[in-house]
């Protein structure tokens, strides 16, 4: 594809089971990355957390197959939110574009793209990025939108990768090379609910307080009405406690 960054493996596809699914069979034939794998439509799309992604032609869905160590996950779970939040913002201009904690894009207060990290094994990592360009589901808990429902037209396919593929590695040589910090920066000037009472809810109980700040692992702190701070790992974030 034209354009496209160098050293960056691309493999495409028209239909797959799950593009991150792809990227664990592609690891044990041997291939590394960087790689992108790109599916026209999954059949068995998967979100956070044992969820399903319903995965309609018109989206996209994508996955960046890389060697890095699982213990940098989390950090790179940011860099590929603003990475998308970013081209999300320049489609839609001017909608508004924030991070809901931990990788979630929100599109007017609406989800609009999710990102699924996956470690496969001790030194790999998918990077599972699923964008509504097209379409939307309907009934789900946090509503979702589609970059069509603001625009009027679904952005093209190859332009969105592309954009996608090249804001990813801008920010991936930011991390490389400056640490955590200014993607940490960058992320709270999105972020969605900062400063105010949220409800999180973990794998076997919910926490309401308010968003504090993101801290040096990508934590989020919670605030309690006692003073006590929590440090959140894991767990899905509710405006409206
Ligand atoms: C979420 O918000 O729950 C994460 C959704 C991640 C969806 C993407 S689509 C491409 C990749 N392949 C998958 O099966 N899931 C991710």
Do not use: C
Not at 21 to 28: D, F, G, S, Y
Not at 53 to 73: C, D, H, Q, R, Y
Not at 84 to 94: G, R, T
Not at 115 to 131: H, R, Y
């Amino acid at each position: 594809m034209q354009g496209w960054p160098h050293g960056l493996g691309l493999r495409r596809y028209e239909t797959l089971d799950s593009t991150n699914e792809e990227a664990r069979r592609l690891l044990k034939d041997g291939m590394r990355g960087p790689l992108w794998i790109v599916a026209r439509q999954q059949t068995a799309g998967r979100g956070r957390r044992g969820r399903v992604w319903i995965s309609e032609g018109g989206n996209l869905f994508a996955t960046l197959l890389l060697p890095v160590a699982m213990p940098l996950s989390a950090q790179l779970g940011f860099v590929a939110g603003l990475a998308a939040a970013e081209i999300i913002a320049a489609q839609a201009v001017p909608a508004e574009v924030k991070l809901k904690w931990p990788n979630d894009v929100l599109l007017n207060g609406k989800k609009v793209a999710g990102i699924l990290l996956e470690g496969l094994g001790e030194d790999a990592l998918a990077i599972g990025i699923g964008i509504n360009l097209a379409h939307h589901p309907l009934d789900t808990e946090v509503p979702s939108i589609s970059i069509a429902a603001v625009t009027g037209n679904p952005p093209d396919l190859d332009g969105i990768l592309l954009r996608l593929a090249s804001a990813m590695t801008a920010w991936y040589e930011i991390w490389a090379k400056q640490g955590f910090q200014p993607v940490r920066k960058a992320w709270l000037l999105r972020a969605a609910g900062l400063g105010r009472l949220i409800r999180a809810r973990l794998a076997d109980s919910e926490r309401q307080g308010v968003f504090e700040d993101l801290d040096e692992d990508g934590a989020l702190l919670l605030r309690d009405s006692l003073g006590a701070l929590t440090r959140i790992t894991a767990g899905d974030v509710f405006f409206r406690p």
